[in-house]
């Protein structure tokens, strides 16, 4: 059996998260990731920078933790970075004293959302720092790094990208011990030593079934581990601000995304870019809004079902609590099922495999009961979203019919 650590049910409990892409490309609309096109430093001036505007719309839509984008593949660091020329201090933002990192880490202690810092150590264009060899190259990695580490406080989660860029071989071990040494209790996407994994797409969707005991190459060994995935995704086309209103998601296409990953035991990461203010634009705010309004419609409260009840070793049950037969055999008067969402005690790892679930219906006789399978499923794991047509019913149930183990549910509602 595959166990998760302490960090990684924490990761889970977040389940959405809010990327945002700011930088220097934030002033040059239209161009592109590995475009190469120079992008001169004196253009960054987000005269009305607001962080607490971006996780103010961040925990509109229940988001638990946030990740900046500290430097992007185009080199321009968002602190005043002591290994670079190319960053905030070469700006005229505030006068060349301002650290974006900085105003993203205090914000978000202050508003109780968890720090994730985004790096990415590629770099392109007349600014770009030359190494003259690979010891250099991780040096500089390892020292931008340390400043992120070392200058903001505790730091909850480090997002990698742009590793296997300009042919490095990065000396893995060293710069892995390096972070863990400085953050020890620190999550890691993905790269080289992960708690967490990328779901394989950038569409906001999970596979299914899903299981978290995965094949992981760690520091360069293939190992089976424990890793939960994360889906992420974006508002618009872009990763960055852009042009392209048009490009933005439907509230409904959202709500997809979130059901489909969130409600696949994944976490749900959605990009939002901030503009040249600063600021969330007002069409992104504005679908954000449409998507936290249809969440809200969905999930703000359970029907009224009582607390599951296990019968037997297998079977958990929700029902009505005026006496379970009455109230399903008079059900026409309840309020019909749209949603069942299921939740997996994962404490000492993912246990089920198959299970079915049930409706108990009235039958013909108005004083007693049928039951029917509903959805037949094989995962559950943090979460799982059952989407169903409408049905009314007073009682539900879940029969495990295949597991590792005994396994229990830390939740089981119905919507």
Not at 203 to 208: I, K, N, Q, S
């Amino acid at each position: 059996m595959y166990r998760p650590t302490p960090k990684q049910l924490r990761f889970l409990d977040w389940e959405t998260g809010m990327f945002f892409h700011f930088g220097i490309r934030s002033f040059y609309p239209g161009h592109r990731d590995w475009d190469g096109k120079e992008m001169d430093p004196s253009a960054f001036d987000p005269k009305e920078l607001d962080v607490h505007d971006w996780l103010a719309n961040a925990k509109r839509i229940g988001a638990k933790y946030a990740i900046l984008t500290t430097k992007h593949h185009d080199g321009f660091a968002l602190w005043p970075s002591k290994y670079t020329t190319y960053s905030v201090a070469a700006s005229p933002w505030k006068g060349g004293k301002g650290d974006v990192v900085k105003e993203f880490v205090c914000a978000c202690r202050e508003e109780g959302i968890a720090v994730g810092l985004y790096y990415s150590p590629a770099q392109w264009g007349s600014h770009s720092v030359e190494f003259k060899s690979g010891k250099e190259y991780d040096d500089y990695f390892i020292g931008q790094i340390s400043e992120l580490l070392t200058g903001y406080g505790k730091i909850d989660y480090l997002w990698f990208d742009g590793c296997g860029s300009g042919g490095h071989e990065y000396d893995q071990k060293r710069i892995v011990s390096a972070i863990r040494s400085l953050q020890p209790d620190i999550l890691i996407f993905d790269m080289w030593d992960g708690d967490t994994r990328w779901v394989g797409n950038e569409d906001g969707y999970a596979p299914y079934p899903n299981p978290y005991a995965v094949k992981h190459w760690v520091l360069g060994e293939e190992k089976t581990l424990f890793i939960p995935a994360e889906c992420d995704c974006k508002l618009r086309e872009s990763w960055f601000y852009d042009l392209n209103e048009d490009t933005i998601k439907s509230a409904e296409e959202l709500l997809g995304m979130y059901e489909l990953s969130v409600g696949r035991g994944c976490n749900f990461l959605l990009n939002v870019g901030p503009d040249d203010r600063g600021l969330i634009s007002e069409a992104d705010r504005a679908r954000l809004k449409e998507f936290a309004q249809a969440l809200d419609r969905l999930y703000a409260k359970p029907l009224p079902f009582e607390a599951p009840v296990k019968q037997g070793e297998n079977t958990f049950v929700i029902a009505y609590g005026d006496g379970t037969q009455k109230a399903i055999g008079q059900n026409t008067n309840l309020p019909p099922v749209r949603r069942v969402v299921l939740k997996e005690d994962l404490t000492d790892g993912q246990k089920i495999r198959r299970f079915r679930l049930y409706a108990h219906v009235p039958s013909v006789n108005p004083v007693s009961a049928t039951k029917f399978c509903i959805y037949t499923g094989e995962t559950v794991g943090h979460k799982l979203i059952v989407p169903l047509p409408a049905v009314r019913t007073g009682m539900l149930e879940m029969e495990i019919l295949e597991s590792e183990g005994t396994a229990s549910l830390t939740g089981f509602a119905a919507y």
